[in-house]
T-cell receptor, first 114, second 114 residues
Framework: AQSVTQLDSQVPVFEEAPVELRCNYS??????LFWYVQYPNQGLQLLLK??????LVESINGFEAEFNKSQTSFHLRKPSVHISDTAEYFC????????????FGSGTKLNVKP | NAGVTQTPKFRVLKTGQSMTLLCAQD?????MYWYRQDPGMGLRLIHY???????AKGEVPDGYNVSRLKKQNFLLGLESAAPSQTSVYFC?????????????FGPGTRLTVL
């Protein structure tokens, strides 16, 4: 079975600083990758996804993630964070042959300080 | 569109009591899912459904039952609640059609079992 690892459970960062949230997955088969964001007391919202094509994908609010097949990683980055980015971020993977099952990482809490 | 809605938002049960969580979606999605979210463990799939009248076990199905009598509704039942079932429960849905599609999440139900 697929497994998803988010090594950092919490990431504190000052406003306007860059940030990288790490995600690694286990399977070497074809995968589709997602980052979801969860604001306090809310459900998960899709932030960005990689299905095919360019390995660098971007969100509308300045986040980007790069699919690296050789390192089985899909790290999320933002060059300058805002207070409003404070949330928990989840990496998720689904496999090509069983696309109805998503595997989620344990989440990374991003705490942006003024 | 309301998207994915969950009822109730909060509930406190005593050990041994039963309850049903209701999930409804108005996006005509074929797939629906129930997850539980526990601190440090991310989201774990309890049960899922690929269409009306069908259900399947996920990663942590023990102690739960589900039903999908109507396409828009997915019910999660706890027959005899245990303290280990204290968690936040999320319902999700997704479209299908031979493509990989994102999952849309409800706002969650916070359940405490005393």
């Amino acid at each position: 079975a697929q497994s998803v690892t988010q090594l950092d459970s919490q990431v504190p960062v000052f406003e306007e600083a860059p940030v990288e949230l790490r995600c690694n997955y286990s399977s070497s088969v074809s995968v589709y990758l997602f980052w979801y964001v969860q604001y306090p007391n809310q459900g998960l919202q899709l932030l960005l996804k990689y299905l095919s094509g360019s390995t660098l994908v971007e969100s509308i609010n300045g986040f980007e993630a790069e699919f690296n097949k050789s390192q089985t990683s899909f790290h999320l980055r933002k060059p300058s964070v805002h207070i409003s980015d404070t949330a928990e971020y989840f990496c998720a993977v689904t496999e090509g042959y069983n696309f109805n099952k998503f595997y989620f990482g344990s989440g990374t809490k991003l705490n942006v300080k003024p | 569109n309301a998207g994915v809605t969950q009822t109730p938002k909060f509930r406190v049960l005593k050990t041994g009591q039963s309850m049903t969580l209701l999930c409804a979606q108005d996006m005509n999605h074929e797939y629906m899912y129930w997850y539980r979210q526990d601190p440090g463990m991310g989201l774990r799939l309890i049960h899922y459904s690929v269409g009306e009248g069908t259900t399947a076990k996920g990663e942590v199905p023990d102690g739960y039952n589900v039903s999908r009598l109507k396409k828009q509704n997915f019910l999660l039942g706890l027959e005899s609640a245990a303290p280990s079932q204290t968690s936040v429960y999320f319902c999700a849905s997704s479209h299908t059609g031979g493509m990989v599609n994102e999952q849309f999440f409800g706002p969650g139900t916070r359940l405490t079992v005393l």
